[in-house]
């Protein structure tokens, strides 16, 4: 049962890189979220999806892009690193039909834009 | 705009004495959902409880109870007993609206809790 996986778990780039962090999740969820969260700080939400197809920007969207083209897949798309996009990221998922709608969390990504 | 606050950047507590850790939100929705995770130094995120803004009673699991004052807009965490594996950050977060596949969820800045033994 793999749940929410991410990758890769750890990444150096160089200001200015492009890169992709991977989410897939095998649950069946509709709604899909990336969060980053910075050195002893809450979650931050950058992106989300409602389902396949459809995406909306969270609280710091800047310097990032997301599609949904499939259920399972969400991935993160950083434009032109920055040192500021240095953080942990998560992605995470849920479903109406839970009854209390929690969101499973990946692991997390940790990046270091140098 | 959906907002959730959490006062305390940390909190030290004696072992086996039971800790309330604050959380308030504002939101124009009626309905809306409020969660508590828990995140320890491994940096997993689990899951400790859920209060739906419906629910008539507080929400409990285990050792953990929501304070859900609706007029107040608060939904504060109890942990009774604590114990030494309790030592994490802790957030409140929520979501607006029925159902998570139609809305954001968002997180509060956390709570530092330290349990000394």
């Known amino acids: 049962n793999a749940g929410v996986t991410q990758t890769p778990k750890f990444q150096v780039l160089k200001t200015g890189q492009s890169m992709t962090l991977q989410c897939a999740q095998d649950m069946n969820h509709e709604y899909m979220s990336w969060y980053r969260q910075d050195p002893g700080m809450g979650l931050r939400l950058i992106h989300y999806?409602?389902?396949?197809?459809?995406?909306d920007q969270g609280e710091v969207p800047n310097g990032y892009n997301v599609s949904r083209s499939t259920t399972e897949d969400f991935p993160l798309r950083l434009l032109s690193a920055a040192p500021s996009q240095t953080s942990v990221y998560f992605c995470?998922?849920?479903?109406?039909?839970?009854?209390?709608?929690?969101?499973?969390f990946g692991s997390g990504t940790q990046l270091s834009v140098l | 705009a959906q907002k959730i606050t959490q006062t305390q950047p940390g909190m030290f507590v004696q072992e086996k004495e039971a800790v309330t850790l604050d959380c308030t939100y504002d939101?124009?929705?009626?309905?809306?959902?409020l969660f508590w995770y828990k995140q320890p130094s491994s940096g997993e995120m689990i899951f400790l409880i859920y209060?739906?803004?419906?629910?008539?009673q507080n929400a409990t699991e285990g050792r953990y109870s929501l304070n859900f004052q609706k007029a107040r807009k608060s939904a504060n965490l109890v942990i009774s007993a604590s114990q030494l594996g309790d030592s994490a950050m802790y957030f409140c977060a929520m979501r607006e609206g029925r159902y998570s596949s139609a809305s954001k969820i968002i997180f509060g800045s956390g709570t530092r809790l330290s349990i000394r033994p």
């Open positions: 209060q739906g803004s419906y629910d008539q």
């Open positions: 995470a998922s849920s479903s109406r039909g839970l009854t209390n709608e929690k969101l499973f």
């Open positions: 939101t124009s929705d009626p309905s809306y959902g």
């Open positions: 999806s409602v389902g396949a197809g459809i995406t």
